[in-house]
């Protein structure tokens, strides 16, 4: 029986190249998404192409009854979930001073609260399993902070902290906690950024490229994988160096 991998914000950037890497491995693959539409779609078959099953799972992270259900779903279809990768994330920037709590509360509510709503739903049925693997996506700005991103920040160093408690957590159960922290990869979330913003970021590049979502897709791979069964509560930098 192939593994199953729940990818969340799949339908699009790292969260798309995930699970069609993981596909290509040979796992079978639930996709969450906001709406289920056109590009979903695609993305569906593109997995599909692997000879693996892949099941769409519209759904807001930052709603726990969503994840619960969603989860449930998983579990009615495949009987398991072995590789939760908590992946759905969005940014507001805006300075402090023009920030409303609104702002600040809505970046929060879905990158921290999301990755506790499906971490909570999945690692029942895992620790019932005494297996599995959960990898959060969390962002150098989590550790270096960035002006104009104090929500976005914020919620990233969450993640971090989170995914070290729960690792301390899980372990006992053999289940590995890990994550990734991306620096600048070029996907609609950096795309919107002004030109003369993003030549800044590539200027503090040491290796003077924008990370591509296959570079943090294969780490996650290997976060996935035997290779990686002696490593849990990392934070695994893919910047290109620009973190050091
Ligand atoms: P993206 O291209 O904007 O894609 C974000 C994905 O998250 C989309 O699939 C989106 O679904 C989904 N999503 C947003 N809100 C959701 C919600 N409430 N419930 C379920 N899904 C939701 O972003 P990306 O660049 O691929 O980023 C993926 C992850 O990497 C994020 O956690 C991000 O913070 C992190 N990251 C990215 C970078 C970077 O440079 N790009 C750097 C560091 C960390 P819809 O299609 O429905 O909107």
């Known amino acids: 029986?192939?593994?199953?991998?729940?990818?969340?914000?799949?339908?699009?950037?790292?969260?798309?190249?995930?699970?069609?890497?993981?596909?290509?491995?040979?796992?079978?693959?639930?996709?969450?998404?906001?709406?289920?539409?056109?590009?979903?779609?695609?993305?569906?078959?593109?997995?599909?192409?692997?000879?693996?099953?892949?099941?769409c799972l519209p759904g807001d992270v930052s709603k726990f009854e969503e994840c619960e259900n969603m989860v449930k779903t998983v579990i009615e279809k495949f009987g398991k979930i072995d590789i939760l990768i908590n992946n759905a994330g969005i940014t507001n920037d805006m300075l402090l001073l023009r920030m409303k709590e609104e702002d600040f509360r809505?970046?929060?509510?879905?990158?921290?609260?999301?990755?506790?709503?499906?971490?909570?739903?999945?690692?029942?049925?895992?620790?019932?399993?005494?297996?599995?693997?959960?990898?959060?996506?969390?962002?150098?700005?989590?550790?270096?902070?960035?002006?104009?991103?104090?929500?976005?920040?914020a919620s990233k160093a969450g993640i971090i902290g989170f995914t070290k408690s729960i690792a301390k957590e899980l372990a006992s159960r053999n289940i590995l906690v890990n994550a990734v922290a991306p620096g600048f990869i070029q996907t609609d979330m950096t795309n919107v950024l002004k030109d003369d913003v993003k030549e800044n970021i590539l200027n503090n590049i040491p290796l003077k490229r924008a990370g591509t979502p296959q570079d943090v897709a294969n780490?996650?791979?290997?976060?996935?994988?035997?290779?990686?069964?002696?490593?849990t509560g990392q934070i695994i930098n893919i910047d290109g160096g620009m973190l050091m």
């Open 219 to 231: 780490v996650v791979k290997f976060l996935c994988s035997e290779d990686s069964s002696y490593i």
């Open 1 to 55: 029986m192939n593994k199953i991998a729940l990818i969340t914000g799949a339908s699009r950037g790292i969260g798309k190249q995930i699970a069609i890497t993981l596909a290509k491995e040979g796992y079978d693959i639930a996709m969450n998404c906001r709406a289920e539409n056109e590009e979903v779609l695609l993305a569906k078959k593109e997995i599909e192409k692997n000879n693996v099953q892949c099941l």
């Open 106 to 153: 809505k970046v929060i509510d879905v990158n921290l609260i999301g990755t506790y709503n499906m971490t909570k739903n999945v690692s029942q049925y895992m620790m019932k399993a005494r297996t599995g693997r959960i990898i959060n996506l969390a962002s150098v700005v989590g550790i270096s902070g960035n002006a104009g991103q104090s929500n976005y920040a």
